[in-house]
């Protein structure tokens, strides 16, 4: 994999970047958030691991112009900051994963695998290359949304969860389920980012208190194609 690794601490950077080498990863090491921005620009990457405490451009605000370009890059974000708060805003701004100072690199690459399986597994054999319900439609193949054929902009977390939810047909999902994709309270994070963008168009997600969630067309009907 082409990575670029985003990390202003040098021996942590070094470690890092020389062990993903071992594993006949390419990496790029780069230690200012603005100089890696434009780096984003300019060039294609399969990765990215980003510090989120660095000079000229904090790892939050890398992830959210990465998001707002559209670019497709799985992010993990890297950091000593272990809330819950930082975690859930991390993923909220489109991070796949969050990975809290200290850790062991063995851990680094498991996640990174982990979120590439969730990419892969869109699209494969038995799932539809387009999945409708209501006016809400999904390219599995493209991993684009759209609602009322407006393009719906969405995180990959976002995704994985929303495909869940429009496989099923208005069928509940269990939430240990959509946990597979999060952890802890994120699912309900996603929810919560998701419904106001689907409601106006009369796609709404219900909570099945005590089992999941399931879709819903405004009125209580369920329509899925």
Known sequence: MHILLIEDDSELGDGI???????????????NGLQADRLLQQERFDFALIDVGLPGLSGY?????????GQNLPVILITARDALDDR???LDLGADDY???????????ARMRAVLRRGRN??????PSSIRFGPLALDTE???ASLDGQPLSITSREWDLLEALATAGGRTVPK????????????EVYVSRLRPRLEPAGVLIRTVRGFGY???LEGGRSDAA
């Open 214 to 216: 399931r879709l819903e």
């Open 176 to 187: 240990e389920r959509l946990q597979s994709n999060a952890s802890g309270n994120a699912v």
């Open 88 to 90: 859930i805003y991390g």
């Open 61 to 69: 605000e890398i992830v959210r112009r990465i998001h707002g370009r």
């Open 122 to 127: 869109t699209g494969t054999a038995g799932t």
């Open 99 to 109: 990975l809290p100072k200290p850790f062991e690199l063995p851990e680094l690459t």
């Open 17 to 31: 970047a020389d062990f993903l080498r071992g594993q006949g990863d390419t990496v790029i090491l780069e230690r």
């Open 142 to 144: 493209g991993r684009l």
